[in-house]
């Protein structure tokens, strides 16, 4: 054999060699999740701009509707106050949908196998889905906002809750949505947690009106409605008004999201609905 072609063949047989991963493979996580957000990226018209038209056109039916009148305490006019609702609604169904559609209709096209041969561990995986739906909410959200921009003023009193309650509550749909993405087996499936799940809770949380006119038993089973802190939270980045308690809305997207990331970490791990 000579010489040129051995070392060829030494030199091909060194690269296929396992490559040392290490205790995190960053490579296999920052390559899942540009996969997972250049995907919706490539639809942008029906990610982001589409998102957008609704809410913008909730705005305009729902100001025509109720005009602009005062709602808390002849200090805040009824746009400026059902805005930030609409922004919060915007990051947390399309939070959802990313996760959920990714995952579901990987399964139906059966190359889910893709994402479980790769040397990336639950916690990666669930980390990569997370991240990249709550990725997707987030610039929804903030497309939203520029467009009311143009119709409401959007001045910021608190920066803090738009950030944390932004990225918290991305997070946590984004899990909700990759759990249900293994649990269903068809979009009917899905559609049935979003009908019945996200949307209901979504609109009976406070995003159009102040949950202090809700009479008993309604306004205390508002009070463990998470989707009431999401909302209640990023509205007072913007009125410094909330109706329920910062700290506990704090507490309570922490532990959810610590739930859900459990979760998700032990379905991934066992391989439910993905590896049957």
């Known amino acids: ?25 960053w490579l296999g996580v920052w390559t899942l999740y540009s996969k997972e957000v250049h995907r919706f990226l490539k639809i942008t018209m029906q990610s982001i701009v589409a998102p957008v038209v609704t809410t ?54 059966g190359n889910i196998v893709d994402l479980l ?45 738009i950030l944390f309650y932004g990225m918290a509550a991305g997070l946590l749909l984004s899990q909700i949505g990759l759990l249900s993405g293994i649990w269903a087996d068809k979009f009917d499936h899905m559609a049935t947690i979003t009908n019945f799940i996200i949307t209901p809770l979504a609109f009976l949380s406070g995003t159009f009106y102040s949950i202090d006119r809700l009479p008993e038993p309604w306004y205390g089973l508002s009070q463990i409605n998470p989707f009431f802190y999401m909302i209640d939270g990023f509205r007072y980045a913007f009125i410094d008004r909330a109706d329920g308690s910062l700290v506990a809305g704090v507490i309570i997207m922490i532990v959810l999201n610590a739930v859900m990331w459990t979760t998700n970490y032990l379905v991934l791990r066992n391989g439910w609905k993905l590896k049957s």
Request: aromatic fraction near 10%.
């Open 56 to 109: 913008l056109l909730f705005l305009a039916v729902f100001t025509l509707a109720f005009g602009d009148r005062a709602v808390l305490g002849g200090e805040v006019s009824f746009p400026r106050f059902l805005a930030p609702g609409l922004i919060m609604m915007a990051i947390v169904q399309n939070s959802f949908a990313n996760s959920a559609s990714s995952v579901l209709i990987s399964k139906i096209q």
């Open 1 to 25: 054999m000579n010489r040129p072609l051995l070392h060829n063949l030494t030199d091909m047989a060194a690269r296929l060699q396992p490559r040392d991963v290490g205790r995190i493979n």
């Open 117 to 161: 041969m790769p040397p990336l561990s639950a916690g990666e995986l669930s980390f990569c889905f997370a991240f990249a739906g709550a990725t997707r909410g987030v610039m929804c959200g903030a497309a939203v906002a520029v467009g009311m921009s143009f119709f409401v003023d959007n001045s910021v009193a608190h920066i803090w809750p």
